[in-house]
């Protein structure tokens, strides 16, 4: 809401006004600027000053912002409970004997796998280093690419499987790494939110879980969709996988 280039140009006694605001910002919407004057202590003019140098023409149009950032993060809040609806239907279905066969096929493609690299950007790219501690644990030779630009090796990728997560399955950078990979003969599983994403398509096999996709109230490029269900398919994953492991 407020720009960090613009809350530099504030000299002390302004600070004191943005400081206020911060700190008391649900109080802000509803006050008047005397009112906002006796709380932090300085004239109304100072207050003035300040707003302006915040980007905004007036006391009238901060109280605006401040109620319209109030009812997104609301709505992000309602998106979040309908989000831990989504997740508990996911959860009893993963238990369901059903999607334990759906998932066979990607059990199967980790059994046969000499390696197993995870790989994905942001927070896909620490759920990757995750998935690839706990297939680790349970004995499965698995490690993460924590760099999503490295070039894939064009040699000896005959018996890896590349795990690739992404929440939209649109990322440029893990398309292209999907494309190498199986360029270079290694195989595709990929756990994304769509099933008709482009890396979905591209991959040899995929599983999506379809949460209700939230990003960013002010910055949209920010992904706040859930990745519960990610976790739990890695981890039901490395289960099946080591209980073959172990009979075979």
Do not use: W
């Not at 609806?85 to 990607?106: G, H, S, T, W």
């Amino acid at each position: 809401m407020f720009d960090a280039e613009k809350i530099k140009t504030l000299n002390e006694l302004e600070m004191r006004v943005y400081n206020y605001i911060v700190q008391h910002f649900d109080e802000v919407a509803y006050l008047t600027i005397r009112g906002l004057s006796q709380g932090c202590h300085v004239s109304t003019s100072t207050i003035l000053r300040c707003i302006n140098k915040l980007g905004y023409d007036g006391y009238s149009e901060l109280k605006y912002a401040i109620r319209q950032k109030k009812q997104h993060e609301t709505n992000d809040l309602d998106l979040f409970y309908d989000a831990t609806i989504q997740v508990d239907m996911f959860l009893k279905k993963v238990n369901n004997e059903n999607y334990r066969d759906f998932i066979e096929p990607a059990v199967a493609m980790i059994v046969a796998a000499r390696h197993v690299a995870f790989s994905g950007i942001g927070t896909s790219g620490m759920l990757g280093a995750y998935g690839s501690r706990y297939f680790a644990n349970v004995g499965i030779n698995a490690y993460s690419i924590v760099d999503p630009f490295l070039p894939v090796p064009p040699r000896g990728m005959e018996n890896t499987l590349a795990i690739l997560l992404s929440v939209s399955g649109e990322t440029t950078q893990m398309i292209k790494q999907a494309e190498d990979f199986k360029r270079f003969g290694a195989k595709v599983l990929s756990i994304t939110n769509d099933e008709q994403s482009t890396i979905a398509q591209i991959a040899d096999y995929n599983l999506s879980y379809y949460m209700p996709v939230v990003n960013g109230a002010e910055e949209e490029y920010l992904n706040l969709t859930t990745q519960v269900p990610v976790i739990a398919l890695i981890e039901l994953l490395a289960h099946q996988a080591y209980q073959i492991l172990q009979t075979s």
